[in-house]
């Protein structure tokens, strides 16, 4: 049977590509050889497997057999290090699989390999480039090869969409899988937290991060999503998982917006003509599709994002010092004070940027403002956030532009995100949030957000597959060359 080509499967939308139509994982492995380590060099994948080809575990059997799988860098398997692309880490081979990645293999997922991330998923300090570490160098965006990936999980975003993979895990705290797939024109989608184990991934916080799939549809995600779920009895946030788990493909197929009332979340469409016009068309497909629209004013509390940064660096000084510390081997940091000692001594590792965040997190240790700031962030944006907006205009589901369409890569200055999107929303109160294209603006891609409340993950994937089939707008498969050209 003739293969699929990479333009193919990269066209494929609502329903899962079939076993038979994808390419071996040795097939991805020249794919890699060809476009990340020669040809545009994307620089999204950091390492493959030994014996990727599945023959290391026999032939593979289950709901994802021989489907080839990207891991962002901040996970643990047992087969190669985990560096969270930070130099302290280069050596870090644990010999274990964080128990996410040892549900997608028991499920038939292949680990092709390790993708490459921001550097501590973007919590080292000020000014960083999203896609840049210390161990992999920058990831370009394989739409526009001179334009940010975005987010932390540029590598498994850049790499799932140049077609080096079936599909990738990525983490986010705030944006890190929802931003990246936005930009990179594919699907992903950031489970509500405490659905996926983060045992044995590199933390941020313990009350906003998670592993989610990113993949070309949302029946791919939602399969991978089905394998990863679940309790974990060592991390206590997943004890509801088991209860929540159900088959997130059911239903996805014949999903419809018919009659579903849609909050239209207009300011986080930002000031932005083009965006605001890709979105237009969005809604206008949504609403032939039955949808009733829902305008929706909302403008957050200042108080909320500064809120989430005070958590965040108490949380990461926590956490990161536990996982240091219970580390196997010999690392050269045992602890946060350790990492920044580390960074000291290798200019290497802040050329382009600092550890401000690093040395803010130190000096993070009052619990009392903690704990206030840790009640503020939940309350505003999940009981005053998102459940309120919710209630209060009686809709299924909350809808904005993603993020912007890529902004150049800027080594020297960092990131220049656009006030866009209402991600932080989900994030914060540690709700499910997907990411689907929408289409394009001059060639960039733009995603369209789903955010509903607690444990509607499934809502959110039919909804968004629903969105899925009711598209017009096609968006092409990346070009690998700079934007312009």
């Not at 880490?89 to 028991?106: E, I, M, S, W, Y």
């Not at 526009?144 to 799932?160: H, I, K, Q, T, Y």
């Not at 990738?168 to 996926?196: H, M, Q, R, W």
């Not at 010999?330 to 001594?345: K, S, T, Y």
């Amino acid at each position: 049977m003739r293969r699929l080509t990479y333009a193919a499967l990269l066209g494929t939308a609502a329903a899962a590509t079939p076993l038979a139509a994808q390419p071996t994982p040795q097939d991805y492995r020249q794919r890699i050889e060809a476009i990340d380590d020669k040809g545009p060099a994307l620089h999204a994948v950091l390492v493959l497997a030994p014996l990727a080809d599945g023959a290391s575990d026999g032939k593979p059997s289950g709901p994802l057999a021989g489907r080839a799988v990207l891991i962002k860098d901040n996970i643990e398997t047992r087969d190669m290090p985990t560096t969270a692309g930070s130099l302290a880490l280069k050596d870090n081979a644990t010999g274990r699989d964080a128990p996410l990645v040892a549900r997608l293999r028991q499920a038939g997922a292949v680990i092709l390999g390790k993708t490459n991330l921001s550097e501590w998923a973007n919590f080292r300090g000020d000014r960083s480039s999203s896609g840049w570490s210390g161990v992999g160098g920058q990831t370009k965006n394989p739409y526009a090869l001179d334009r940010s990936p975005c987010g932390s999980s540029a590598g498994s975003g850049a790499a799932v969409a140049a077609g080096m993979a079936w599909a990738a895990i990525g983490t986010e705290t705030d944006g890190s899988i929802t931003c990246p797939a936005s930009v990179n024109g594919i699907v992903g989608f950031k489970p509500t937290v405490g659905l996926v184990s983060r045992t044995y991934v590199v933390p941020i916080s313990s009350s906003q991060d998670t592993a989610g799939p990113m993949a070309n549809s949302v029946a791919d995600a939602a399969l991978l999503l089905n394998a990863m779920a679940g309790t974990d009895p060592a991390d206590s946030a997943t004890a509801a998982a088991d209860k929540h788990r159900v088959d997130f493909t059911q239903g996805l197929a014949s999903a419809s917006l018919k009659g579903v009332r849609v909050g239209v979340l207009r300011r986080q469409a930002g000031e932005i003509a083009s965006v605001s016009a890709l979105f237009d068309k969005a809604l206008a497909d949504m609403k032939r599709a039955g949808a009733a629209l829902v305008e929706i004013d909302y403008k957050p509390e200042d108080r909320m994002g500064e809120a989430e940064f005070a958590l965040m660096l108490y949380e990461f000084r926590e956490g990161i010092d536990a996982y240091l510390a219970a580390l196997p081997g010999d690392p050269p940091a045992r602890d946060l004070a350790g990492l920044i000692a580390f960074n000291q001594a290798h200019p290497e590792e802040t050329r382009w940027y600092g550890q401000e965040l690093f040395e803010k997190a130190l000096k993070a240790t009052d619990k009392a403002a903690y704990e206030k700031a840790h009640a503020d962030a939940k309350r505003l944006a999940g009981a005053e956030g998102v459940d309120a907006l919710m209630a209060a205009n009686i809709v299924a589901v909350l809808v904005a532009p993603t993020a912007g369409p890529a902004w150049p890569i800027d080594l020297v200055t960092g990131d220049h995100f656009l006030d866009i999107g209402a991600g932080s929303l989900a994030a914060i109160a540690g709700y499910p949030h997907l990411s689907v294209p929408m289409g394009a603006v001059e060639g960039l891609p733009v995603g369209l957000s789903f955010i509903a409340g607690q444990w509607e993950d499934a809502k959110v994937l039919a909804l968004g597959a629903a969105y899925e089939r009711a598209r017009t707008v096609r968006l092409a498969p990346p070009g690998l060359r700079v934007w312009g050209e």
